[in-house]
């Protein structure tokens, strides 16, 4: 099934670092808290092992090899001396000053070429609560111990910077997988070869996320450095998570996993719910409580904070149809009360990424159409949460839901536009629609009517930054009939292939998910006219078959990675209804 996709920019190097340097400004308001200011400091971090990342792979690209040359070693140098500081701020809450962060800015500068580059999001930073700070605990069992350390690029190379700077290795060189994503290889320079050969009697760190279906970028790390001479019990893994790789992995991959020394500290390990400081709490000696890091936004908290992910929020309101959890991509969340009120923080992204979630929710927040927005604390967003909502009732609702559709679509496609383009291309969209017609069916006749769609459809369009998620569960009603969406902020940047798109995308989504028929669907677009957005209809008569292929796929992988079988039931439903839509409009059958 297709339906991940790879954030990828090509960006100017020395307009990152121009970024870079301005980010460096973390401590100009000393009235901000710490956790915010650690926040930017973290930011700037990330953005760093960007611009480190792509300018390994920019050189990787020209030489067909990773190589131990000085400007890397600078670098390398640089992102471990930003390590260090986020380290620090977060074991003493000790923030480095902007003279010394400048100064480690100006020597990655002095290493740096111009030019255009390709960076990468961090899918972990993104979209999965991966801190950089639980990289530079987990590497505290080895702190004198490793000599080398092997970040594997795109997000390895800011992780691995962690745990070099916590164990002190000797060497800290960044890698980049490459071919088969089932059987990643690598490729290394005579006198990188010869380094890590040097090193063999040594300890080697592994650090990537990870494991995801094969597991094979830090198996086939190990396997490379086997082949140099290092026994299989001093190459140590740094994933995300402490499963194993999934259904993809070979069994030789699965052996090197099973036998490999791991250390991981996730999410879990670096905050606590209880409110209990550092000194008090049992888990993590470094962790600190999350309710900190909003209590000047909300206040103190009246008990534990409840975790709601994992779909346990469905278990909060009144629902008729019993929706599904959010699967596999669902975001970490907790419900805070307090005596101002109840609170949602539901993890948006680290960085860059969860200040574009800000950016959007505050004025859709403002508006009225989402619950209010209180502010972003260190990845998590806080959102008010309604006691007083239920489900929307699509029959009951209908009507009012419509007007208020209308104005949803309207106002996002006004006010958000899309900022970079960023989305699939119509080609892309109709070769995964093709793909999991396929798979779904057994037929590929799907194609022809794409294609004929396609055709239809302009050569250019204006894209916004689309909800990308219309459920009927998304949709709330509060006792005074005023009627929410939720979960509306950050879906046009998710970890998957579609992206910013034309507003006739959520129209596709909003006829699919809400049951609209063809008079409820016109009214919707009549309606959306009159609010100066109009609705280029061969777009949506592509999109349709694209929105329906797209979700059945994602439902279809949910399906098979839940072992909780009423859970498998409720995503079987769900696709069952894609697949009817597929059937009579793509197949016509």
Known sequence: MLVYGDRSRCENSRDILDELDERARFDADPCSSWIMRHG?????????????????????????????????????????????????????????????????????????????????TGEGYAYYAVYPESYGLAAQALAGAVTSVIGLRSIGAGLGAMVAARAGAGLFVTLRPFGDPFQRSFRLAPDLRAALARRTNGIFAVVDEGPGLSGSSMAGCAAALEALGAEPDRVHFFPSHGGLPGSEASEEGRSRWRRAPRHVVTLDDLVTLDGRSRAETTSTPMAMPLASWVEDLTGPPLGPLQDIGGGRWRDLRVYDPRPPGGGIRERR??????????????????????????????????????????????GFLIEEWVDDARGIDLRADHPALIVRLADYLAFRARQLPAVCGDGASLETLAAMAERNCEILFGRTSAGRVLADRKAQCPPSFERVETDNRLHAWEWLRTSNGRILKTDAFDHCSSHDLVGCQNIAWDVAGACLELDLDGHSLAELIRLVGAR???????????????YAAFQAGSFYLDAQATVSEAERRILQNKLSKYKGYLSTSVFQV
Do not use: M
């Open 40 to 120: 930017q400091l973290v930011a700037l971090f990330i953005r760093a092992a960007e611009l480190v990342q792509g300018l390994e792979d920019a050189r990787f690209k020209a030489t067909g090899s990773d190589a131990l040359v000085p400007q890397a070693r600078a670098r390398a140098q640089a992102l471990r001396a930003l390590a260090g500081s986020v380290l620090r701020s977060w074991l003493n809450r000790d923030l480095p000053h902007a003279r010394a962060v400048g100064e480690v800015l100006q020597a990655l500068r002095a290493a740096s070429s111009s030019g255009t580059i390709t960076t990468r």
């Open 532 to 546: 100066g957005v109009s609705i280029h209809e061969p777009l949506l008569r592509f999109y349709l078959p694209c």
């Open 333 to 378: 969340k907790f419900l805070l009360r307090c005596e101002r009120g109840t609170f949602l923080l539901r993890f948006v992204g680290l960085g860059a990424t969860g200040e574009a979630v800000l950016r959007r929710a505050k004025p859709l927040a403002s508006a009225g159409f989402a619950p209010a927005v209180l502010g972003l604390r260190h």
